[in-house]
């Protein structure tokens, strides 16, 4: 309980969060309320969380059903707002995709980026089709033409924190990205890449299994049915065992 003089700054950081728990409500974007923007589509249940980052090129952006996109999330088609991009999508997701907080998905073409279906991506995530040329030494970076070549991120698959997915890349299925690995080229389905340049560092093989093995066996899922209090319960038991 705040003191008599701390109680005008405690009601006012009450009012603050009151607000703005009432602000994100009100700011999240679904296909029922899609607030400023236009997107070619958003499926049922998408949700963009308040508040946004960047987003521009909606007419040119697909996002599937049940997608979770976080605070401050870019979504862009196109290098500027106000391009016609042509009849086709520019970036295309799939149905159940997550896209942590901070991250950016950018593209410039016609179908440059399509991530599949279920694809996780923790805070901070960069996928884009578009990066610096360097060809001209004496001309700034910054002021060069842009090389372009199209992103593929297959389905199931997990982008960890801060990882990095550059143009010309194609993921295969359920392939694991490490937290701040940089990935570029084909990777195949099943396979976990780390490191900047990223590299397979496991992949399944449908005889042997994982190779290398993993070093810790499978998480046993809850079962259907436990509530919490159970959970709380099983957990105390398996303490007071230790």
Same mark, same amino acid.
């Given at each position: 309980m705040p003191s008599i003089r701390n109680l005008p700054a405690a009601l006012a950081s009450r009012a603050v969060h009151g607000v703005w728990r009432l602000a994100q409500q009100a700011g999240a974007v679904t296909a029922e309320h899609q607030g400023p923007y236009s997107f070619r589509r958003i499926g049922e249940g998408t949700r963009l969380a308040f508040p946004q980052g960047t987003v521009f090129g909606t007419p040119w952006i697909e996002l599937g059903a049940h997608c979770v996109i976080g605070r401050e999330v870019t979504l862009s088609a196109g290098m500027l707002p106000g391009l016609d991009l042509g009849p086709a999508p520019v970036v295309t997701l799939g149905d159940g995709v997550v896209l942590g907080r901070g991250s950016h998905v950018i593209g410039d073409a016609q179908r440059s980026v399509v991530i599949g279906d279920d694809v996780y991506c923790g805070p901070y995530v960069y996928v884009t089709s578009t990066n610096h040329s360097y060809d001209d030494p004496h001309e700034p970076v910054g002021k060069q033409w842009p090389r372009s070549a199209p992103v593929e991120i297959g389905a199931g698959s997990w982008l960890g924190a801060g990882s990095v997915v550059l143009p010309g890349a194609r993921l295969g299925r359920n392939v694991v990205v490490a937290?701040? !690995?940089?990935?570029? @080229?084909?990777? $195949?389905?099943? #396979? =976990? =890449? !780390? @490191? &900047? /340049? #990223?590299?397979?560092?496991?992949?399944?093989? *449908?005889?042997? @299994?994982?190779? $290398? /093995?993993?070093?810790? $066996? &499978?998480?046993? /899922?809850? /079962? &259907?049915? =436990?509530?919490?209090?159970?959970?709380? +319960? +099983? *957990?105390?038991? #398996? #303490?007071? &065992?230790?």
């Open positions: 937290a701040g !690995a940089v990935v570029r @080229g084909e990777v $195949p389905d099943h #396979a =976990v =890449v !780390a @490191g &900047a /340049p #990223a590299r397979i560092v496991r992949r399944w093989d *449908a005889e042997r @299994g994982w190779q $290398p /093995p993993l070093r810790t $066996p &499978a998480p046993e /899922p809850v /079962p &259907a049915g =436990v509530t919490s209090e159970e959970l709380l +319960a +099983a *957990a105390q038991l #398996a #303490a007071d &065992a230790e």
